[in-house]
């Protein structure tokens, strides 16, 4: 079959909760989707509350995923363990609560693989290598899954492609998240592997990475700290598309499919 996977970047804030509301489901049926992974470790700005992920799994989504900082409400820490569609990234060094990878099912009896790792490079360097950490769920949970997909949660270009590229032919689908910025590089690599370097946010469209611009100018301008404040007004929601054959285990389209207001 063509597998439809959505997957849906970091939502940040109140704001971008309300929006993912408004129009995932929209969107899921506009695109015929079969299954929607949404990046949530901001829904409260940073981290989340288990009533932010309620709220996500409300408004559409089948899977969520975190990243660095997914410790920031340690509310979560019980709900991680409980809750097997929400995922931490697979690499922190120590054993935590929760778990970095699941699978789950899919449309027709299908099983369908995700992984959430996170990226060293400055971002955290108190990591297990995530391309080691691929290797050993891959191969720990071979013939387990038949279409695995990834959510690799990383500040660095460089590091996003080369995961993409390393894991080329081994997972269907692998998208990059955290820097919040969309990105135009959609592509098919040529093992078949569907890779984009961001998928972007949803939330605050006038803002800077979903905070008000002020509070971010206002560090660079080099005053004192001051707290970082959701900025409000027209929302985006970004998300890319990947189709997936099932028989060849190739993608074969990746499509940003973004919602502005
Ligand atoms: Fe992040």
């Known amino acids: 079959m063509q597998l439809r996977v959505l997957a849906v970047g970091d939502v940040v804030s109140e704001y971008g909760l309300?929006?993912?509301?408004?129009?995932?489901?929209?969107?899921k049926k506009q695109h015929d989707v079969h299954f929607t992974v949404v990046n949530g470790e901001n829904a409260a700005g940073?981290?989340?509350?288990p009533r932010h992920a309620e709220e996500l799994f409300d408004a559409g989504a089948d899977v969520v995923t975190l990243g660095n900082h997914t410790w920031g409400k340690l509310q979560i820490t019980e709900y991680l363990d409980t809750n097997p569609y929400i995922l931490r990234p697979a690499n922190f060094a120590s054993p935590l609560p929760g778990r970095g990878f699941?699978?789950?099912?899919g449309p027709?009896?299908?099983?369908?693989?995700v992984i959430n790792l996170m990226g060293r490079f400055e971002l955290d360097s108190n990591l297990d290598s995530p391309f080691q950490t691929a290797?050993?769920?891959?191969?720990?949970?071979?013939?387990?899954?038949?279409?695995?997909?990834?959510d690799f949660h990383a500040e660095a270009t460089s590091e996003k492609g080369a995961m993409g590229w390393y894991l080329d032919g081994q997972v269907q689908a692998l998208w990059g998240t955290h820097?919040?910025?969309?990105?135009?590089?959609?592509?098919i690599l040529?093992?078949?592997?569907?890779?984009?370097?961001?998928?972007?946010?949803?939330?605050p469209a006038q803002s800077i990475l979903g905070v008000r611009p002020e509070n971010s100018i206002q560090r660079f301008l080099g005053g004192l700290p001051r707290r970082y404040e959701a900025a409000s007004g027209p929302c985006k929601l970004n998300?890319?598309?990947?189709?997936i054959d099932t028989d060849t285990g190739r993608c074969t389209q990746v499509t940003r499919c973004d919602v502005l207001e």
Do not use: S
């Open 190 to 203: 040529p093992q078949g592997t569907g890779f984009i370097t961001d998928l972007g946010m949803t939330g």
């Open 135 to 150: 290797d050993r769920i891959l191969k720990e949970n071979a013939g387990k899954a038949q279409v695995w997909l990834m």
């Open 18 to 27: 309300d929006c993912l509301h408004r129009h995932l489901r929209p969107l």
């Open 179 to 187: 820097t919040h910025v969309p990105t135009a590089d959609g592509q």
């Open 108 to 113: 027709r009896g299908l099983t369908i693989g």
């Open 46 to 49: 940073i981290g989340l509350l």
């Open 239 to 243: 998300a890319v598309l990947f189709v």
């Open 102 to 105: 699941g699978i789950y099912e």
